[in-house]
Structure formats: structure tokens, C-alpha cells
């Protein structure tokens, strides 16, 4: 089974620039999250997707972030323009469904976001 | 507001040395417990998960876990480390009825000396 794909790996932008990031879920996944993980710290979720619907975004700088998962399978995530503060990796994640109690997140490799 | 707290942020053990790495969350209803790890140059992988039932959950390479509800922990342990050990740990907690949002610690790196 393959597994949670990201791309880019590793991105460096300067700060005011604008960068795009492109997930591609475990097939038949309905659930995707988007986590930013600053260096020293765990992972935060920044918007949760069921299918193509948005579950839960309240931590998402919605003055910059955008993401999107228009046919509900891949998403992309969006700042613009970025800020030095965003320099992080950007985790995808995707699972078979939100509310089932025995539901697991399985994670893609990342994007390493450095901004200058 | 839900928080996780791991004790330990950077531990070094020679192998053969037993692991115990401590995690405590905050939430006083019906969790569900996660461990992960990150080898180097690797993505986040799910070590061990505790839904209900057995609070002794058993993982992947030997791992296990504890839950122990009236501490609010799940703490990981290894009888043996192994230099392969190497990596970053996270604990993480989903709560119970939520939309699915993990809960991370902020991480233990654990380097395990040859």
C-alpha cells in the first residue's frame, strides 16, 4: 500500500514570497490534516479536511494559509507571503475517517520550509 | 485546552540500557493514546496505539506502553534498547468524540550509544 506523498521535500523561499505545497493521501483515505512542526516542538494541526469539506481550521493564519481539497482526495496548502516565522516542516497526514474512535493518522515525509 | 507533556526532551543511553520515556496529557474524559517515531530522514511512523481495553499496549520492535488513567500517562518502555533505537518520539493524545485533531508532546530525541 502506498503510502501519504508529499512534494516538495525541501523548499527555501525568501520571506514576502509565496510557496505552494502538494499532498497526496493513502487511496481511499476520506480524512487529510495539514500539521506544521517548528524545530523542537510537535506537531500542530493547522486544518483537518473530511473529503473535500474543511472540519476544522481554527488554527490556520488564515490572513496568510489557504489550503484547499477540491475533488477530496489530493490538497495543496498555500502561504502567501510568507513570514520567517513559518520556516517548519509541514506534515500530511490522512486516515480512513474522523469520527471513528479506532481511527489512525498515518504521516507523509514532509515539507522542510525555510524562509530567509 | 488539551495539552501533552513528554518529561524528557533529550535522552542518551548506551544499548542494552532499558527505556522509559514519560508522557502525561491533560484531558479528564475518554482518550485515545499514540506513540510515534522519527528515524533520521524518516517520516512520522506510529509506534503503538491505545484505544481501550489492555492498558499494557504492545508496539512495534519490542516497544510497549502504559496507560494509567488516574496519572493521566502513557509512558513507553523498552526492556533493551538497540543503537537502531535512534530517533524522536512523540507522544500524542486524540480525545474522545473530537474531530480527530492529535495532540502532540513536543518530542523526546533519544540517542542510543553503541
Known amino acids: 500500500e502506498a503510502g501519504v506523498a508529499q512534494s516538495p521535500r525541501y523548499k527555501i523561499i525568501e520571506k514576502r514570497q509565496s510557496v505552494a505545497f502538494w499532498c497526496n493521501p493513502i487511496?481511499?483515505?476520506?480524512?487529510l490534516y495539514w500539521y506544521q512542526q517548528i524545530l523542537g516542538q510537535g506537531p500542530k494541526l493547522l486544518i483537518q479536511?473530511?473529503?473535500?469539506?474543511?472540519?476544522?481550521d481554527s488554527q490556520l493564519p488564515k490572513d496568510r494559509f489557504s489550503a484547499e481539497r477540491l475533488k477530496g482526495v489530493d490538497s495543496t496548502l498555500k502561504i502567501q507571503p510568507a513570514k520567517l516565522e513559518d520556516s517548519a516542516v509541514y506534515l500530511c497526514a490522512s486516515s480512513q475517517t474522523t469520527g471513528a474512535r479506532t481511527d489512525t493518522q498515518y504521516f507523509g515525509p514532509g515539507t522542510r520550509l525555510t524562509v530567509l | 485546552a488539551q495539552s501533552v507533556s513528554q518529561h524528557n526532551h533529550h535522552v542518551i543511553l548506551s544499548e542494552a540500557a532499558s527505556l522509559e520515556l514519560g508522557c502525561n496529557y491533560s484531558y479528564g474524559g475518554t482518550v485515545n493514546l499514540f506513540w510515534y517515531v522519527q528515524y533520521p530522514g524518516q517520516h512520522l511512523q506510529l509506534l503503538l496505539k491505545?484505544?481501550?481495553?489492555?492498558?499494557l499496549v504492545k508496539g512495534i520492535k519490542g516497544f510497549e506502553a502504559e496507560f494509567i488513567k488516574s496519572k493521566f500517562s502513557f509512558n513507553l518502555r523498552k526492556p533493551s534498547v538497540q543503537w537502531s533505537d535512534t530517533a524522536e518520539y512523540f507522544c500524542?493524545?486524540?480525545?474522545?468524540?473530537?474531530?480527530?485533531?492529535?495532540?502532540f508532546g513536543q518530542g523526546t530525541t533519544l540517542q542510543v550509544k553503541p
Open positions: 479536511f473530511q473529503n473535500n469539506g474543511v472540519v476544522d
Open positions: 500524542a493524545v486524540k480525545s474522545a468524540g473530537n474531530t480527530g485533531k492529535l495532540i
Open positions: 491505545y484505544f481501550s481495553g489492555d492498558p
Open positions: 487511496s481511499g483515505h476520506a480524512t
